[in-house]
């Protein structure tokens, strides 16, 4: 069977690529989620009066990653990277991350 390398199913475009736009975000806007973070503990349960100011920018930061479509671009050709990685290797981007033991 011939694969397109290009060719994304339903829940790679849908599901797995977000995955990987929402995490890069979150390391990106990390100022704004410290800020929201810390606001929230403090704030205990009125941190939904009391910390509007932190989750606004923090929802303007993540928003602004997930509407470019030249972010976009850059988590679809990660994940093709790894998903042909996984295709020649048959292990897992989680599996080959890992750190490998050294011998002694």
Known sequence: IFLDPWHLRHVEKDILIPKIMREKAKERCSEQVQDFTKCCKNSGVLMVV????????LKECLTAY???????????????????????????????????????
């Open 50 to 57: 009391k910390c509007r100011k932190e989750n606004s920018a």
């Open 66 to 104: 997930y509407n470019d479509p030249a972010f976009h671009e850059e988590c679809k050709m990660e994940y093709l990277k790894e998903r042909e990685e996984f295709r020649k290797t048959g292990i897992p981007a989680k599996e080959r991350l890992q750190k490998v033991p050294t011998s002694m």
